[in-house]
């Protein structure tokens, strides 16, 4: 049966999906499951975990992104993970960048699906939560069909049912991580077949995504969309998540988005953390309408100042609202 809680995804972004954006976008969607910047398996048993690893309640559906490759040392930071509640453990094997490569994790691990293989077995030995795996379409030359059937077959064997597909190969040589996100082609026929070769397994298409409304078609070949970019860039996109993906309620106004914007603000305000850590997640919110620049130009220019808080906010709207 069909299992709608990866019908709408916001992919992990490092430096950018942390708690702080999470409960942003948690305001615009209630239902669109949300993933952490990736956290490197060794940071959750040796680093500061309340740093790395806390969140707010309010951002269920939550799932925390570990990078790694060492069997022992992820299914015990997903046994810590799963302790503090999250409601999934995504194993990241789709990142490309050289500091990735050289610790043996991320993208290079798709050459590699015994070893994935044996570290999802031993996540899943630790946790009742599902443990799901975000990889790439290929790497390389290793980018057929039948070598993504491979990989998929070894680690679903392993009990992985969950496969997020970026629709691109990743160049592991000569492409910074960025090059890796926009020149090799999508492909998204690759993801489709992906999904009738396992129809038992939940496949969610991610990659170039950037129409919420026009993205729903991709639930008649697969199971779930996950877009990265233009729900950071666009948040406001979300606000049409629960309606179009969940059959849920209309569209929020923005102004009510705006009121709860109000009272997070207040909250994190009370909870010490500076302003400047939720400005730069909000700096889209206006984005393609009236009022846009001088949106984020009063956010950036006030954040500044000590005392800045929900009035900055409520003074930027006020002239963005009135402008629309
Ligand atoms: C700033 C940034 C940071 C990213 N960090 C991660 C990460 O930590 N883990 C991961 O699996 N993918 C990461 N990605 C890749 C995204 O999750 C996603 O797969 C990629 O951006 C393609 O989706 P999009 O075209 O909708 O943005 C990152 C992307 C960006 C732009």
């Known amino acids: 049966m069909e299992n709608p809680n990866w019908r709408f995804c916001v ?6 999906t942390d708690s702080v954006c999470r409960r942003f976008h948690r305001l615009l969607s209630r239902r669109a499951r949300l993933y952490t910047e990736m956290v490197h398996a060794n ?23 570990l990078g790694g490759s060492d069997p022992g040392v992820l299914a015990q930071a997903a046994r810590i993970a799963a302790e503090r509640g999250y409601d999934e453990i995504n194993l990241n094997v789709g990142c490309p960048s050289d500091r990735v490569q050289s610790g043996t994790f991320g993208a290079c691990l798709m050459a590699e699906p015994e070893r994935v293989a044996e ?30 059937r491979a990989f998929v077959e070894r680690v679903a064997q392993a009990g992985c049912r969950q496969f997020i597909v970026h629709a691109r190969k990743a160049w592991l040589q000569g492409l910074s991580p960025k090059d890796n996100r926009e020149k ?32 729903r078609a991709h639930l008649d070949r697969v199971d779930g969309v996950m877009f990265g970019r233009h729900a950071y860039h666009q948040p406001t996109s979300l606000m049409a998540v629960d309606a179009l993906y969940f059959g849920e309620g209309g569209i929020p106004e923005l102004d009510e988005v705006i009121a709860d914007l109000l009272h997070l603000t207040a909250a994190l305000q009370a909870e010490g953390v500076p302003m400047a850590r939720l400005v730069r997640h909000i700096l889209g919110l206006f984005h393609g309408r009236p009022g846009a620049r001088q949106w984020r130009r009063t956010l950036t220019e006030g954040v500044q100042r000590q005392d800045a808080g929900p009035a900055l906010i409520e003074r930027a709207a006020a002239a963005c609202l009135q402008t629309a």
């Open 184 to 215: 090799p082609p999508l492909d998204y026929g690759r993801v489709y077949r992906l999904k009738q070769e396992f129809p038992e397994l939940t496949v969610v298409l991610n990659g170039g995504l950037n129409d919420v409304s026009a993205a």
């Open 43 to 65: 940071a959750v048993l040796h680093g500061d975990r309340d740093r790395l690893l806390g969140f707010d309640p309010v951002e269920h559906p939550l799932a925390l992104q």
């Open 119 to 148: 570290c999802v077995a031993a996540m899943r030995a630790e946790v009742d939560v599902p443990v799901t795996v975000k990889h790439r379409i290929g790497i390389d030359h290793q980018d057929s069909d039948a070598d993504l």
């Open 11 to 16: 992919a992990p972004m490092m430096d950018w």
